[in-house]
């Protein structure tokens, strides 16, 4: 009888920061601390799947001039048969980030992104969970911003067994739904001269293209990932967030007079989506789901100003499938 184990193909990837830098002078990021984990492992030899199943790396101060920094990162990927469920294959993506400094003005203590999926034996679409994704004392401009993050936004996976979790009636298509709406509403309260400023009047901007317009064309979105998945090739996916919404508090400090008095924030969010005048668009927990893959980034940039330029800061992308 054939073990169930040989049945599936791992993938999962994570790294630290990756990017672009514009100005004040040109720069390709490579990732940083990056892993990858790829292949049927269930079919080798015990002692080489010990050896094949589980990456990480670690590395430490990092420093690109006065622009980025962090004193230590940690990556890791593994993928396993469950435990729990009989047949099933586990895969696990985690990326850190510790003591982050991006001008200034980005700054948190700890940033963690993890995925895990189980896929179950003759079913396209994983279980996923984001357990132990989080921040720690992220702030903006000396501001802590403190983002809600719902982690539970993927819902139960398709019961169907050839479904896929962008599929129209999904938990995780109705997350994302829900959530273009709220964005659209929070978008039209923003002054005319704010949306300008972050490219959100432009039909060519990141925000637009990324986003679909915050309007689900279901239609459109099944035969994008249909097409993929039958050609096993890429799709730019959906994308969404796992952070609903982000308080940005003032700072209290006193003034000459002795008088208390409230400072407040120089950024605007809404959303996931944080925009502070000087210094760019800052995207939080970013999550695009393809046909089969889930990616999350918990920090992308699009720098402007004080620098110019992109960077994403603790990336997993982890998929997998059937493997005859």
Not at 23 to 47: N, S, Y
Not at 204 to 219: E, P, Q, R, T, V
Not at 223 to 228: I, L, N, V, Y
Request: glycine content about 6%.
């Amino acid at each position: 009888m054939k073990d169930n184990r040989t049945s599936h193909y791992f993938h999962a990837e994570a790294h630290a920061l990756a990017g672009k830098l514009k100005l004040p002078f040109e720069e390709q990021i490579k990732k940083q601390a990056f892993v990858k984990l790829e292949g049927p492992l269930a079919d080798l030899p015990d002692e080489e799947r010990a050896q094949r199943n589980y990456f990480s790396q670690h590395a430490k101060d990092f420093r690109l001039e006065g622009i980025i920094s962090y004193t230590a990162a940690h990556t890791q990927v593994s993928g396993h048969t469950s435990d729990k469920h009989d047949g099933a294959s586990v895969t696990l993506a985690t990326s850190v980030v510790e003591d982050l400094n991006v001008l200034n003005v980005v700054t948190a203590d700890r940033v963690v992104a993890q995925i895990s999926t189980t896929h179950f034996p003759g079913e396209y679409s994983p279980h996923v969970t984001f357990l132990g994704t989080h921040f720690e004392n992220l702030r903006i401009a000396r501001h802590k911003a403190e983002p809600y993050l719902k982690l539970d936004l993927a819902g139960q996976r398709p019961a169907d067994k050839d479904a896929m979790s962008v599929d129209q009636k999904t938990d995780l298509m109705s997350s994302v739904k829900a959530q273009y709406q709220r964005l659209k509403t929070a978008l039209e309260s923003l002054a005319g001269e704010d949306r300008k400023k972050m490219r959100l009047t432009d039909a060519d901007g990141l925000l637009a293209k990324k986003y679909h317009g915050f309007i689900l064309n279901h239609a459109e979105i099944q035969e994008q990932a249909s097409t993929a998945r039958k050609n096993d090739s890429k799709w730019d996916g959906v994308t969404c967030s796992l952070v609903e919404n982000v308080e940005i508090k003032d700072i209290s400090a006193k003034a000459a007079d002795g008088k208390s008095i409230q400072i407040p924030p120089p950024a605007k969010s809404f959303g996931h989506v944080i925009h502070v005048p000087d210094f760019g668009n800052i995207f939080l927990a970013e999550l695009t789901v393809n046909h089969n893959s889930y990616k999350l980034t918990m920090i992308r940039l699009e720098l402007g100003c004080l620098a110019a330029g992109s960077a994403s800061l603790s990336t997993c992308n982890v998929n997998g499938k059937g493997h005859p």
